[in-house]
């Protein structure tokens, strides 16, 4: 972990180990009894096995004086090798827990003795409104429907918000089929917001074509992608623009995904 980093999906950890220990022999046989430190070093393979188990190797060495055993044999020490291989059993989830806060417009609503729930405001209206606050104390659910959350009004700025990408095969400037679903969001935007204006931003990728071919194509990909809201979605025209970028910038970094119309709400 301290070289390649905690992952918590890796299936191997291996364990160095070095250190100090003590050792008695017992008397035995005219063997007198002895008490040493030895030096130990061991590096053991822990493998990840489903359902909390692990299978564990451990090579196992340690150092001791030469008349550790009682027997001289003119070296200045003997070392002893072990060979464990074991099975662990983890109670409970492994690793550590990761907590991320994900959202800027979380309020605080209620406490409990162990644990506090939040209410996430998704589409704010109004300055000051009731909701509903989900309250866990003891493994208590408590539902109350009457207390009220302050709420910031956000403030709408004219900055670019994108909308959704439309794909297209190598080559090609009609859409790839499977993406109605953005189509559909990009037309429910534009009746939510009437002032609203979208921009079509085409590319294409750079392993294919010349620049030359490839602004061409990119400005056709927008065309057939602005024909498609304005006659299957019945958007007004004028509401959208189209640019050719060609290959002049790649959004992705992929090449296939290169191959692309960006959808861009520019005004509203």
């Known amino acids: 972990n301290l070289i390649g980093g905690y992952k918590p999906e890796r299936k191997w950890d291996i364990i160095p180990v070095a250190g100090i220990g003590y050792a008695h022999a017992f008397a035995y046989k005219g063997t007198p009894k002895t008490n040493i430190i030895s030096t130990n070093f061991s590096l053991m393979g822990k493998y990840k096995l489903p359902k909390g188990f692990d299978v564990n190797l451990e090579v196992q060495s340690a150092l001791f004086p030469d008349q550790f055993d009682g027997r001289i044999t003119g070296g200045m020490y003997e070392s002893s090798c072990a060979v464990m291989l074991g099975v662990t059993y983890n109670f409970g989830s492994r690793g550590f827990a990761v907590t991320k806060n994900t959202s800027k417009h979380k309020h605080r609503v209620a406490?409990?003795?162990?644990?506090?729930?939040?209410?996430?405001i998704i589409n704010p209206e109004a300055a000051e409104r009731k909701v509903e606050v989900i309250r866990t104390v003891n493994d208590t659910v408590f539902i109350n429907k009457e207390v009220k959350v302050r709420e910031e009004v956000p403030v709408r700025t004219n900055e670019p918000v994108m909308l959704g990408s439309i794909l297209f095969d190598i080559n090609k400037t009609m859409p790839m089929q499977g993406q109605e679903?953005?189509?559909?969001?990009?037309?429910?935007?534009?009746?939510?917001?009437?002032?609203?204006?979208?921009?079509?931003?085409?590319?294409?990728?750079?392993?294919?074509?010349?620049?030359?071919?490839?602004?061409?194509?990119?400005?056709?990909?927008?065309?057939?992608?602005?024909?498609?809201?304005?006659?299957?979605?019945?958007?007004?025209?004028?509401?959208?623009?189209?640019?050719?970028?060609?290959?002049?910038?790649?959004?992705?970094e992929r090449d296939?995904?290169?191959?692309?119309?960006?959808?861009?709400?520019?005004?509203?």
């Open 111 to 120: 406490r409990g003795s162990r644990k506090v729930r939040y209410v996430q």
């Open 181 to 252: 679903i953005t189509f559909v969001n990009i037309a429910k935007f534009m009746s939510d917001y009437p002032e609203a204006k979208i921009r079509l931003a085409g590319y294409a990728d750079q392993q294919t074509g010349t620049p030359q071919y490839n602004l061409k194509l990119s400005t056709k990909r927008g065309i057939s992608v602005k024909d498609i809201l304005v006659k299957q979605y019945n958007i007004d025209r004028k509401r959208i623009e189209v640019q050719g970028v060609g290959t002049d910038a790649q959004p992705y």
């Open 256 to 268: 296939k995904w290169n191959r692309v119309v960006i959808v861009t709400a520019v005004d509203f």
